[in-house]
């Protein structure tokens, strides 16, 4: 293992998981789907846009050539070297954009600064996210847009598991118990809350959002033969299995353990769920060698945006 990261993560996994490198992120998302939405969400009219926690800014430049010919992007990350990596991308894509390090739950920002805040599976990290969303509805200009891609991880646990080979009862029933108490004790630890996406929209009304509108991610990640597609994602449960640690709960051991006892999970349970993590990403790693994994790879992964009231202001 390599050097830590605040997360808990192991420093050179955190960086895989965020797209530090390359362009993985930007498979994410469709873009015949984002042209779609641009479209549905009027953003010709966007001149300054925020992209909130933007990491090394795959979000917030996949929409900028929707955005008004004269807009910039401010992006905020915690991670001055992701903001470095940010700026270099933007640059190669023409892109005018500014990046800075900030806290989304307490921005920088006068009130009524811009058209736009977005945000990319951010939410679902911080302790307090209604108060991230409230700091967004400050920073918008009335009339102004939110718009958020947030997860349900715990329905993507339970997919995963009825693709092939199908998980036995057993296996099932034990990956989500660790599933669930370690999704609830991410969130008793203030480290955010996987199945965010379920709560937002709620979270945007009561803030004084109006107009809550909610969408699926179009886009699919099918695990089938040859495993182009997929090759990422299975690269990284390799990774997890050959460090000691596993595609769930919180990646390691470690992690993992303090999360399910701080989200109630009984201390005597931890072991044999974990082991049954580790032989379950075994046993689909070895279908893929012998060609047998397949799945759909449907997730749920929610787009949600509504507006800050008022009549838009004129740029």
């Given at each position: 293992m390599g050097d830590e990261h605040r997360s808990g993560l192991d420093l050179a996994d955190y960086k895989r998981l965020t797209g530090f490198?390359?362009?993985?992120?930007?498979?994410?998302?469709?873009?015949?789907?984002?042209?779609?939405m641009a479209g549905v969400l009027a953003l010709g009219w966007v001149?300054?846009?925020l992209d909130l926690g933007c990491g090394v800014g795959h979000w917030g430049q996949r929409w900028a050539p929707y955005l008004h010919e004269s807009a910039e992007l401010t992006g905020v990350d915690a991670e001055a070297a992701w903001l470095e990596k940010a700026s270099q991308r933007a640059a190669r894509r023409g892109i005018r954009a500014r990046y800075q390090?900030?806290?989304?739950?307490?921005?920088?920002?006068?009130d009524a600064t811009f058209?736009?805040?977005?945000?990319?599976?951010?939410?679902?990290?911080?302790?307090?996210?209604?108060?991230?969303?409230?700091?967004?509805?400050r920073v918008l200009r009335p009339g102004g847009?939110?718009?958020?891609a947030e997860p349900n991880n715990l329905a993507d646990t339970a997919a995963d598991l009825v693709r092939r080979p199908v998980a036995p009862w057993p296996v099932m029933r034990d990956l989500l118990e660790l599933e669930y108490h370690c999704a609830l004790g991410k969130r008793a630890l203030g480290q955010g809350w996987p199945c965010v996406g379920e709560d937002l929209p709620e979270l945007l009304r009561q803030a004084g959002f109006q107009g809550v509108q909610v969408r699926n991610n179009s886009q699919c990640a099918?695990?089938?033969?040859?495993?182009?597609?997929?090759?990422?994602?299975?690269d990284m449960r390799r990774e997890a299995l050959a460090g000691g640690g596993a595609p769930h709960g919180g990646g390691t051991r470690e992690n993992s353990l303090a999360m399910f006892l701080a989200g109630g999970g009984a201390a005597e349970r931890f072991e044999a769920l974990w082991q049954v993590a580790r032989q379950r990403t075994q046993t689909v790693l070895e279908a893929v060698e012998s060609g047998t994994a397949a799945g759909a790879g449907g997730h749920l992964h929610y787009l949600i945006w509504s507006r800050k009231p008022g009549a838009r202001l004129s740029s």
């Open positions: 490198e390359g362009d993985w992120r930007d498979t994410w998302w469709d873009e015949d789907f984002l042209g779609l001149r300054q846009a390090v900030a806290d989304v739950m307490a921005l920088p920002f006068d058209d736009l805040v977005t945000c990319q599976t951010v939410l679902m990290h911080v302790a307090d996210p209604g108060r991230a969303v409230a700091e967004a509805l847009l939110f718009l958020a099918p695990i089938t033969p040859p495993y182009d597609r997929a090759a990422q994602e299975l």
